[in-house]
């Protein structure tokens, strides 16, 4: 008969499953452990990124603070460079007005010096004509202004003898200025009326200063000696001068440029104190 071994009991059993429950048990706390290490080392770096990401926006927040002060100062500044701006511009502005005035008081005076002019030759046009059949034009006024009277009108070539049938023009020129200077508004912006003696280029330039000032006051006395008003009440207003050959109106080297440089000229200077009044009143307004 074969023998049989017994069976296990209960309580041998129960000794051979509790090792193996405790490693079970050791295994899955270790897991634990590892999972709540590895939950923690995540939640550190978590946190030292979160640190970072905060200290990047404070940085970012006192830069933008920064940007934002500098906008206000830039802000600051081009309202005040504005406002400088727009004060120059006012003076600019204020100095274009005030030049325009003194630019259009300047230009009256011109323009009364050329009305003068004009009204002196349309007084000679008057009483003699445009011109003559022997010696062209008499009178234009040339572009600095200055009347021009053809010298072969009233002188032989070289000659300061005032010819015989010049004097009829001469007479006419003395009532025509004295008519002029009749008129109050205009004696009162005339310093002085000057007759020009002017020669041509050839010829010593000793011989061509005599000429030319013989001429201006042989044409002078004359306009006295024919006119006695005009002498007597108006003489302080004239005066005679020479230029020889140094301002021609024609430069050629032709005689009809000479004929033309030979000549008596008129010219009327308008007092300096209009001027300067113009001038002061403008500083004055000028000034501080």
């Known amino acids: 008969m074969r023998y049989r071994r017994p069976l296990l009991s209960d309580s041998d059993g129960t000794r051979e499953i509790w ?5 079970v048990m050791s295994t899955m706390a270790l897991i634990m452990f590892v999972l709540v290490l ?5 939640n550190l770096i978590s946190e030292k990124r979160l640190e970072d ?3 990047r926006i404070a940085a970012s927040e006192r830069q933008l603070r920064s940007v934002q002060a500098e906008v206000r100062a830039g802000k600051a500044e081009l309202e005040a460079s504005q406002s400088r701006l727009r004060a120059q511009q006012a003076v600019v502005a204020d100095s274009n007005r005030q030049l325009g005035n003194l630019r259009t008081q300047l230009q009256s005076i011109a323009v009364l010096r050329v009305s003068v002019l004009d009204k002196l030759k349309r007084a000679i046009e008057a009483q003699l004509g445009r011109t003559s059949p022997s010696s062209g034009q008499l009178a234009t006024i040339g572009n600095n202004g200055d009347i ?3 010298e072969s009108l009233v002188f032989e070539y070289n000659s300061y003898a005032i010819k015989k049938q010049a004097k009829p023009f001469l007479d006419s020129l ?3 200025l004295g008519t002029l200077l009749d008129d109050a508004d205009v ?3 005339i310093d002085t009326i000057v007759i020009q003696g002017h020669t041509d280029e050839r010829g010593s330039a000793s011989f061509n200063w005599d000429l030319s000032a013989k001429r201006a006051t042989a044409v002078l006395d004359y306009l006295f000696q024919t006119n006695k008003t005009l002498a ?9 001068s020479a230029y020889s050959k140094f301002r021609p109106i024609n430069p050629a080297k032709v005689e009809a440029a000479y004929q033309q440089n030979r000549r008596i000229e008129i010219s009327v ?5 209009s001027v300067r009044k113009v001038i002061e009143d403008y500083m004055q307004s000028t000034s501080p």
């Open 187 to 189: 004696r009162e912006n």
């Open 269 to 273: 200077i308008p007092k300096d104190a």
């Open 148 to 150: 021009a009277v053809n």
């Open 174 to 176: 003395a009532r025509a």
């Open 38 to 42: 590895l939950a923690y080392v995540r």
């Open 53 to 55: 990401f905060r200290q």
């Open 19 to 23: 090792p193996a429950f405790t490693d």
């Open 232 to 240: 007597d009440t108006y003489g302080s207003y004239f005066a005679a």
